[in-house]
């Protein structure tokens, strides 16, 4: 298998596969959304009761316009930027699920309305390079004596457990495209002409009686060009040995590293599939 990075940003990745087969690479697709762990905010403890502003002495109301499960939702699914290097599964902690500085990251939250708290408002408790990536995401809005003390804890998971887990997004694995002209019998200019601009992503340009491809890995396999023209001028076909991958990140982990951990994730599971096998007498 050939592997070739063909557009690579810190949440975006685009990779081409050659001599590699349809399996391999879904695979990968596969691990991608659901095994790739990451920090999400999984417990949230609200306070109850009035709550009392010292600089003012005004007591607010200790609720908001939404029920406190919404909230704890919408925390959940902020991106906690995460380094598989120091963080863990509680599971699979030295401190056996107590929780500890390895396995967990504590935020606050402390509000007062009028006004819109949002994810900036979400403090990580110590280290500050844990702050929420998105710090304009909007949570929830208080209204004039409305105030929200939280402490939230978030924990390491995967997409299997529950989709505020999930690194990856948007992962598309498609077979790389071929387009061959070829001017049959019969076939005129107006009808050339005609499925070169029936290209939905204006890859095929007509001049002088010929079609000419600007970029053949843009084609998205929809078959536009090919309809359009009656006698058969105009074939795609999809590449059963070539395929594209591309995926982006909430940021949590740059693709780069999720791509490495599904990678080195998959090897972990075939060699444990590998050693199963050759024990059975």
């Known amino acids: 298998m050939d592997v070739a990075i063909t557009d690579l940003k810190p949440r975006e990745l685009r990779i081409e596969f ?4 349809a399996s391999k690479i879904n695979a990968i697709r596969r691990t991608l959304i659901t095994d790739v762990p990451k920090l999400a905010i999984e417990d949230v403890e609200f306070h109850l009761g009035p709550i009392r502003d010292e600089a003012t002495g005004k007591d607010y109301d200790s609720s908001t316009s939404m029920f406190d499960e919404g909230v704890a939702l919408r925390l959940g699914l902020l991106p906690v930027p995460t380094d598989l290097g120091q963080f863990r599964r509680r599971s699979e902690c030295t401190c056996e699920g107590a929780g500890c500085a390895h396995c967990q990251v504590m935020f606050s939250i402390d509000k007062k309305g009028p006004c819109t708290v949002y994810a900036r408002d979400v403090t990580p408790l110590g280290d500050a390079s844990l702050a929420i990536l998105e710090p304009e995401v909007p949570i929830v809005r208080l209204g004039a004596r409305q105030a929200l003390l939280a402490y939230a804890t978030a924990t390491v998971g995967t997409a299997r457990e529950h989709a505020k887990w999930q690194v990856a997004h948007a992962v598309g694995v498609s077979p790389r495209p071929h387009i061959k002209i070829a001017k049959k019998s019969g076939c005129t200019d107006a009808c050339l002409k005609r499925a070169a601009q ?12 010929k079609i000419t491809v600007t970029d053949e890995t843009k084609c998205i396999l929809c078959w536009a060009c090919e309809k359009s023209c009656e006698h058969g001028s105009v074939h795609v076909e999809p590449d ?10 909430d940021g949590s982990l740059t693709a780069r590293e999720a791509l490495r951990y599904a990678l080195k994730d998959l090897k972990r599971r075939f060699e444990e599939l590998r050693e199963a096998v050759q024990a059975i007498p």
């Not at 050659?18 to 087969?21: I, V």
């Open 18 to 21: 050659s001599s590699a087969s």
């Open 198 to 209: 029936s290209c939905p992503v204006n890859i095929l340009e007509f001049d002088a009686g």
């Open 240 to 249: 059963t040995e070539k395929f594209f991958l591309q995926f982006q990140t």
